[in-house]
């Protein structure tokens, strides 16, 4: 298997920490890949996905998967199943909306990021840059407010996707102060720093 990838990628990273959890990672090989606002790239769009986004897992067989849940999902499944991922039952769709809120929290997260780094400045729409960040800010407060959510259980993909996303904001927002603003997911996140496959996949210095 091979994905593409980056290692500032928060998405990337989310299916990294999966792997090693699996005990697949060595079965991986790992494609450096950028993928950017105006970067066109034809053959990646025709060959690998059309969205031109990563991380994608490209099976023995040349076929593909993606987008990071569903690749989870089918590392998830290669090893049994239910092990990262609930097989069935309330938890399942418990897990899976949990996921979903700190997707949303990334992709708001990175359009922060776009806007303020590749948007020429005369044109920055200041109310949208706010409005996003709010979407990344207040998934945090719900999480904040149910502890449950992270602090119970084996490792599954709520965790591991909320370790990614307060990794995201200490590489590309260190200043924005969620640590002080909570207390407890900044608990979770030193206690999430202590396994190998979250601190080795920390995003190198930008």
Same mark, same amino acid.
């Given at each position: 298997?091979?994905?593409?990838? &980056?290692?500032?990628?928060? $998405? ?13 990672? +060595? ?10 606002? @105006?970067?066109?790239?034809? +053959? ?15 099976? +023995?067989?040349? &076929? ?78 719900? $999480? ?16 591991? %996707?909320?370790?990614?996303?307060? @990794?995201?904001? +200490? $590489?590309?927002?260190?200043?924005? %102060? ?9 608990? $979770? ?18």
């Amino acid at each position: 298997m091979k994905l593409t990838y &980056s290692p500032a990628s928060p $998405f990337a990273r989310k299916v990294r920490i999966a792997a090693i959890e699996l005990g697949l990672i +060595d079965q991986i090989e790992f494609v450096p890949t950028t993928a950017s606002p @105006g970067q066109l790239k034809p +053959d990646y769009s025709r060959d690998i996905n059309p969205l031109r986004k990563l991380p994608v897992l490209i099976l +023995d067989d040349g &076929s593909t998967i993606l987008d990071s849940l569903v690749i989870v999902e089918y590392l998830d499944a290669v090893t049994g199943g239910g092990r990262l991922i609930p097989a069935s039952g309330p938890d399942r769709w418990r897990v899976k909306t949990e996921h979903s809120i700190i997707q949303g929290m990334l992709d708001a997260m990175l359009l922060c990021r776009y806007e303020k780094l590749l948007r020429p400045e005369q044109y920055r729409w200041q109310t949208w840059l706010d409005d996003q960040w709010e979407r990344a800010w207040q998934g945090m407060a719900w $999480f904040e407010a149910r502890p449950e959510t992270f602090e119970q259980g084996s490792l599954n993909i709520t965790q591991i %996707g909320l370790a990614c996303v307060l @990794g995201y904001a +200490d $590489f590309r927002f260190p200043d924005c %102060g969620w640590r002080d603003a909570y207390p407890r997911l900044h608990a $979770f996140n030193e206690k999430m720093m202590q396994r190998e496959s979250v601190k080795i996949s920390v995003p190198p210095p930008a």
